[in-house]
């Protein structure tokens, strides 16, 4: 629903001004239960070779916040008469702060790992999109961090853990299914992989 967040490629594609914002909410009603935020701003160039970008995402789960911002800018190339191929990457920073001794309560006292708040450092990254659309179909390929930060302490210089590397592909075409071709239907896919977890499979 926000592609640019997840694909650089997608950067001026839409051939206007594009401005998306979203709120997700799961497991409604548990403390700490997940949201995430992500607004977009997106266009093309005045050559419409060069599309431009700039996402802004905020995830935040119990006392973990992680925030991030980043600049896209996609190169296109014209296939035939109707398709477009972009090449998209994406440079951003991440700021992410683990609440443990603020917002966590423990049922004994005295567990060194919640006495402190974790502040990470400011974390650079950067990443790759491939995207090709024509007014009927399109299909995208990316992975938007291709660093795999280490998660610091900075009171205690320890390693929490450590960014995975994601793979996302996209795809979803649109066809009329009646002859005034008033009504039409449009079949969308994403697939996310990263290791050490199951892969998944979005269908809309």
């Not at 239960?33 to 802004?56: C, E, M, R, W, Y």
């Amino acid at each position: 629903f926000n592609t640019l967040a997840v694909n650089s490629g997608y950067a001026g594609s839409r051939d206007a001004l594009t401005v998306t914002g979203l709120h997700r909410s799961q497991w409604v009603n548990f403390p700490g239960a997940p949201t995430t935020q992500t607004l977009t701003v997106h266009a093309p160039l005045a050559n419409d070779k060069i599309g431009l970008g700039l996402s802004f995402m905020h995830d935040q789960i119990g006392p973990t916040k992680s925030t991030q911002v980043n600049l896209d800018i996609a190169y296109k190339i014209q296939i035939r008469e109707t398709g477009k191929l972009s090449f998209g990457l994406k440079s951003g920073l991440n700021f992410r702060t683990n609440k443990l001794a603020s917002d966590v309560v423990t049922s004994e006292g005295g567990d060194a790992i919640f006495e402190n708040d974790i502040q990470s450092d400011v974390l650079p990254n950067f990443g790759f999109g491939l995207y090709y659309s024509t007014p009927k179909f399109y299909v995208g390929l990316s992975t938007p961090k291709l660093l795999e930060n280490n998660l610091n302490d900075n009171s205690t210089a320890t390693i929490e853990s450590s960014e995975q590397r994601h793979f996302y592909l996209i795809a979803g075409t649109v066809f009329p299914i009646n002859e005034r071709q008033t009504i039409k239907l449009r079949p969308t896919t994403f697939i996310k992989a990263t290791q050490g977890a199951p892969m998944e499979l979005d269908l809309t």
